[in-house]
């Protein structure tokens, strides 16, 4: 049913309930069965990309300053690759044991640094620029699985915390193929995007990849809100949403009995649990159904790596600036 359907009909058969009211219901009810559990239709596939790293010439730096200085070579090898804004923010620079992550292009030769630089002031020193972090998309709940395709071993382990690898490997001396997917941080805003990367999440590879590789991500979104014209996916049945949606109507009924009339002499939260009876019944069918229809079909699609066919395997994808699915 679509999502107008559904707050009009919510209209009619809860008194005193306005157009916005009614909205508000359907979207809070939409949200609850989402929550409910791991449903088929919020599991999303993405192919996370990293670039080949880049360590030829040398850098200046100066203690306590945000730029770092590139020469002549250096600046040409990072120039070359064409990175977008946004594909160079995801990037980092490692100088000795230090890693900066990178916030701004600083104009011809230079870039800019989250933090100043901790080190002696010093020039012509050894660096290599390379994506320790990926972003997680937008809607992004939780890491399900990932796996290099091209690897013998090609499940990473997803549940490491910063925590664990900051007492592995405090200094990250770790670089090469990654197996690990760690917990890094929040960005509200990550510094130096345009347009602005807004509200995602950060995740660390470990061991700090240096060469161009393609992984294939299954992860749990968060869902959305409907919006008019949009229906809910198949699996769940308009009555679920409706019913759910009346539970809080209900709730809402009993609770300004006392102001309106037309809402006195009904024992709404009599209906109220009824209706959630109704609803946990509903609910159960949908998420047994969802759980058959799930394990029988993704999973298979999701691991053959022969039937995949992605940017990462093609020459152009070879040859040109990283992507991360929904994230450049």
């Given at each position: 049913?679509r999502y107008?359907f559904?707050w009009?009909e919510?209209k ?6 306005d157009?916005l009211?009614?909205q508000k219901?359907v ?8 929550d409910?559990?791991r449903?088929s239709?919020?599991?999303g596939e ?6 080949d ?5 040398t850098?200046?730096?100066?203690q ?7 020469d ?7 120039t070359?690759?064409g ?8 990037l ?8 900066y992550?990178i916030?701004?292009?600083?104009g011809p030769g230079f ?5 100043p630089?901790n080190?002696?002031t010093a020039?012509?020193?050894a660096?290599?620029i390379?994506q320790p972090?990926?972003l997680?998309p937008a809607?992004f709940l939780?890491?399900?699985s990932v796996?290099?395709p091209?690897?013998p071993?090609p499940?990473?382990n ?5 925590e664990e ?11 090469g193929q990654?197996y690990r ?7 509200a805003?990550l510094?130096g995007s345009?347009?602005?990367i807004l ?5 660390e590879?470990?061991?700090?990849p240096t060469v161009?590789?393609?992984y294939?991500a299954?992860y749990q979104k968060k869902?959305i ?5 949009q229906?809910?996916?198949s ?10 949606a009346r539970?809080?109507?209900?709730e809402?009924?009993e ?7 037309e ?8 209906l109220?649990?009824e ?5 946990q019944v ?10 058959e229809?799930?394990l029988q079909?993704?999973?298979r ?6 039937g995949?066919?992605?940017w990462g395997d093609t020459?152009a994808?070879?040859q040109h600036a990283?992507?991360?699915g929904?994230?450049?």
């Open positions: 049913m107008e559904m009009n919510l009619s058969s809860i008194p005193k309930v157009s009211f009614a219901l979207q809070r009810a939409w949200r609850d069965i989402r409910s559990r449903w239709f919020l599991c993405i192919a996370i990309g990293v670039p790293s880049i360590s030829v010439g850098v200046n730096v100066t306590g300053s945000t730029t770092v200085g590139m002549a070579t250096a600046d040409a090898a990072l070359a690759v990175f977008t804004t946004n594909q160079l923010v995801q980092s620079i490692r100088i000795g044991t230090n890693i992550n916030i701004a292009d600083g870039l800019t640094i989250e933090y630089y080190g002696p020039s012509g020193l660096y290599i390379y972090y990926i997680a809607d939780s890491w399900v796996i290099d091209y690897s071993t499940t990473f997803v549940t490491t915390t910063k690898l900051d007492s592995w490997d405090p200094q990250r001396g770790a670089m990654p997917l760690a917990q890094y941080r929040y960005e805003n510094a345009s347009p602005a509200d995602r999440y950060r995740f590879l470990w061991p700090g161009y590789r393609q294939l299954l869902g809100d409907l919006v008019a014209g229906s809910q996916p699996i769940i049945p308009d009555e679920l949403i409706m019913s759910r539970y809080f109507g209900y809402w009924c609770s300004n009995k006392g102001k309106h009339p809402l006195k002499g009904t024992n709404w939260m009599n109220r649990n209706t959630n009876k109704e609803y509903m609910l159960a069918q949908a998420s047994r159904q969802d759980e229809i799930f079909n993704y999973p699609s999701y691991m053959s790596v022969a995949w066919g992605g020459v994808g070879q990283p992507f991360y929904g994230g450049w």
